[in-house]
């Protein structure tokens, strides 16, 4: 016999589908947080507008996560102690417990992995979206300019691994001249030992933790005039010994060593080479849009490599092709 249900009773049994969906979207719904770079802070006008923007866009809860005072802190204050307050924080904040997702500004994605590799009892990071970050290192101190500049930047680069500028300059921790390796290996205290470069002291948990990441997007701004060169911000770098040629991303020691866990998780689809024709860190809301808000709402391709097609970089280039 045909059962025959009352249009009151479907109309219940829908309102019900509706909320338990609903319930299901908020309560899987990871929230994010935001790394400045050098030089700013979490009150600046652009980082509480670019929070705003992608809170908004990717229906997800943003935090900018301070270090200090920010500007100030973020120039003279040492990375792995800004790791470690960072860490601190990320631990008491309850709304992250479940997992969360970071969106990293140059030097910020630095504290990013600090945050990512070293901190113990930290909720999970799922997804790590990277811009214009140093992860290979720089062969210049970042934000330096004119003729003042140049000549400072240079009597930097001289003792740039005495521990006075080591103790007293943040950038300093990754600034990686390829023509002193030894010093920087030895002298150099935050980049060697994130990178697991120390041949003697690599660290495995550091790698389990790194490559746990679901999805790890690194975005390059091909027009990138402070990082030196742009290719840091994929991981690529100059080889040892050299300034030139810059090594693409899979033919650095880091990646084909997998000394963090780089080739993990890009052989398990899940590192994404993305670039933007700009400046360093110019994102326009097009931008925002297309590269960050997809990957914090899940929607992100999922395919090995993703690139533009008639870029003159990409992860696979041959050396001479840079």
Request: charged share 20%.
């Amino acid at each position: 016999m045909a059962r025959h249900f009352s249009p009151s009773l479907i109309i219940t049994a829908l309102l019900i589908l509706v909320v338990a969906s609903s319930f299901v979207s908020i309560s899987t719904a990871l929230p994010f947080v935001v790394f400045h770079g050098l030089g700013d802070q979490c009150i600046s006008p652009e980082m509480i507008k670019l929070t705003h923007k992608l809170s908004k866009w990717s229906s997800y809860k943003g935090y900018c996560i301070e270090v200090g005072d920010g500007l100030w802190d973020s120039w003279f204050r040492p990375l792995e102690v800004q790791v470690a307050e960072v860490c601190e924080k990320i631990k008491k904040m309850v709304e992250l417990k479940a997992g969360y997702n970071i969106v990293g500004l140059s030097q910020g994605n630095l504290i990013a992995r600090g945050v990512i590799q070293y901190c113990d009892g930290a909720p999970p990071v799922k997804t790590f979206i990277s811009l214009g970050g140093p992860h290979a290192g720089t062969a210049s101190v970042p934000g330096c300019t004119g003729i003042f500049c140049i000549v400072a930047d240079n009597l930097i680069k001289s003792e740039v691994y005495s521990d006075y500028v080591q103790t007293h300059l943040a950038p300093s921790g990754y600034v990686k001249l390829p023509n002193d390796i030894p010093s920087y290996l030895k002298k150099c205290r935050f980049l060697p030992k994130l990178n697991n470069e120390l041949p003697h002291a690599r660290n495995v948990t550091y790698k389990q933790r790194f490559s746990s990441l679901e999805s790890l997007v690194l975005i390059m701004f091909e027009d990138d005039a402070v990082l030196i060169p742009k290719e840091t911000a994929w991981f690529g770098y100059y080889p040892n010994g050299a300034f030139t040629p810059v090594l693409s991303p899979r033919k650095t020691e880091l990646y084909t060593q997998d000394w963090i866990g780089l080739k993990t998780l890009d052989k398990a689809g899940k590192v994404k080479f993305l670039k933007i024709d700009d400046d360093h860190l110019s994102l326009d809301n097009r931008n925002m849009k297309k590269y960050i808000v997809p990957y914090l709402s899940g929607s992100g391709s999922s395919s090995r490599v993703d690139y533009e097609e008639d870029s003159s970089s990409s992860p696979d280039d041959d050396d001479e092709d840079f």
